[in-house]
């Protein structure tokens, strides 16, 4: 064969790889309109009958050289990637996405930015036991220059006879604690019918780590326009959390921190498994604001520090620790909380590390 002749059919397959180009983009839009259909009508995309009709026709029509298996193989990898591109477009439709919204969400709780670039922390106590106690507290916060104090007042703990928390009172406690030194609160809410009248004390609703699929709790707060701090649940896929938060901003409230607090894995020698490249992940995958909770990820006192810096140099936008006044006595984690000293220390360290690498 000569030179020219070569040329002449590999011009000729040039031209069929065009128009196949083009009939496969061509049909990658009746794709995706076809997942829109599927979107609105709930279908499942894969739908293994239609495949099947679809391998029959080809092995009816297929007059070679292809063999039927072959051209099967093809097939099937054009339907895998058209799958693919059905789920692409789902999700870059969710409200929380980056595709939806390239530039960064930033939350304000009255006054204070989380997400603006300026790395924040929130402290406070595990749980809300007495005004005392949040008060001590509320000023070791404040003299740190920290402007958001945490405390529990509905405790979502593991065993029905270990305390539950102070509720309305405790959010009480709180807000009158946190006033006293000008600080904006954080506070779990638990239950549905209990967001309307927490919005009276808290400056964000924090939706933990075991409510993370409670779709009424987040479609209730979604409802609000307060701040929501939402924890990943306990074995919740980044796809999963992603998801909540979409409940969340669905309901039209776009005020979210996201915060990654550890999930459950084989390893014991920490409480959870901190899963600190969530963080830039979820800043890829999503606008919102991203916090590291150091305290129930790692459960352990020793790691809080490596854990803030992990956090803080991967770039997230928030991080959470527990301070109590007497750790040891505390009514719930006091295997982690840090005293006073241990708090001076931490900030001592950990404020060098602020806003380094971004
Ligand atoms: C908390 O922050 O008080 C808490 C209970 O955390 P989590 O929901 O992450 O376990
Ligand atoms: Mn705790």
Redesign the pocket.
């Given at each position: 064969m000569s030179e020219s002749q070569l040329d002449v059919l590999r011009g000729k397959i040039d031209k069929i790889d065009e128009e196949l180009l083009i009939l496969l983009n061509k049909r990658a839009k009746i794709v995706e309109s076809i997942g829109k259909v599927k979107e609105t009508q709930s279908t499942k995309r894969y739908d293994p009958v239609r495949e099947r009709q679809l391998f029959d026709r080809i092995a009816q029509n297929n007059e070679g050289p292809f063999s039927t298996t072959a051209l099967q193989q093809i097939f099937k990898q054009i339907f895998q990637v058209s799958l693919e591109l059905q789920k692409d477009d789902n999700r870059s439709a969710l409200l929380v996405s980056r595709k939806k919204k390239p530039e960064d969400t930033i939350v304000n709780i009255n006054g204070i930015k989380v997400g603006d670039g300026k790395q924040q922390f929130v402290m406070g106590p595990?749980a809300v036991e007495s005004y005392d106690q949040v008060y001590q507290v509320a000023e070791q916060v404040k003299k740190h220059g920290i402007g958001l104090i945490?405390g529990?007042a509905f405790?979502?703990r593991t065993s029905p006879y270990d305390f539950q928390g102070l509720g309305f009172e405790g959010l009480e406690i709180l807000r009158n604690a946190a006033d006293a030194f000008d600080l904006k609160v954080i506070s779990?809410i638990m239950t549905p019918s209990d967001v309307e009248k927490a919005l009276d004390y808290v400056d964000v609703i924090?939706v933990?780590?075991?409510n993370m699929q409670n779709f009424d709790l987040l479609k209730e707060v979604g409802k609000t326009n307060k701040p929501v701090l939402l924890?990943r649940g306990l074995a919740a896929t980044i796809e999963e959390f992603i998801y909540a938060a979409e409940y969340i901003m669905s309901k039209g409230n776009d005020q979210i921190i996201l915060?990654e607090?550890g999930i459950r894995t084989y390893e014991k020698a920490t409480r959870n498994t901190l899963d600190i490249t969530s963080v830039p992940i979820l800043k890829k995958e999503t606008h919102l604001p991203v916090a590291v909770?150091v305290?129930?990820s790692t459960g352990r006192r020793d790691l809080l520090l490596p854990a803030a810096k992990a956090a803080l140099a991967i770039g997230a936008d928030l991080v959470?620790a527990e301070v109590h006044p007497d750790p040891a006595v505390a009514l719930s984690d006091s295997a982690q909380q840090m005293n006073f000293e241990q708090f001076d220390s931490f900030m001592k360290a950990i404020n060098p590390c602020v806003n380094v690498f971004n």
């Open positions: 595990c945490r529990g405790k979502p779990e924090q933990g780590a075991r924890k915060c607090r909770d305290v129930h959470m």
